[in-house]
């Protein structure tokens, strides 16, 4: 079973970095995509970045291009989401996936539906 795990969230100003991490445990499995997504309660699950496993090229959303950045440790066992200049409005809870079934094929990479292993998720909060 490939397990997912977040970590790193927590509270932090307006204007702060903070970075999260996604560790994968269990079987090994290979992947299209690593992908973080970040959500509110009462709302849909909204893309935030995404990485293509063979090469490393990475993909943002607008709402968060030049000021997030998603990376991989040199095992590729963890991905990280750098997140700088933190606004109110980053708040949420993160997540990260993976796409083990080549769906996304980037064009698809910003659908949640397309990543079929998800973790827990981990609480970012930024104080105004």
């Known amino acids: 079973q490939v397990q997912l795990v977040e970590s790193g969230g927590g509270l932090v100003q307006a204007g702060g970095s903070l970075r999260v991490s996604c560790a994968a445990s269990g079987r090994t499995f290979s992947r299209y995509a690593m992908g973080w997504f970040r959500q509110v309660a009462g709302k849909n699950r909204e893309f935030v970045a995404t990485?293509?496993?063979?090469?490393?090229?990475?993909y943002y959303a607008d709402s968060v291009k030049g000021r997030f950045t998603i990376s991989r440790d040199n095992a590729k066992t963890t991905v990280y989401l750098q997140m700088n200049s933190l606004k109110p409005e980053d708040t949420a809870v993160y997540y990260c996936a993976a796409d083990t079934r080549y769906s996304c094929a980037y064009i698809g990479c910003y659908d949640p539906s397309k990543y079929d292993y998800w973790g827990q998720g981990t609480q970012v909060t930024v104080s105004s």
């Open positions: 990485m293509i496993w063979s090469d490393g090229r990475t």
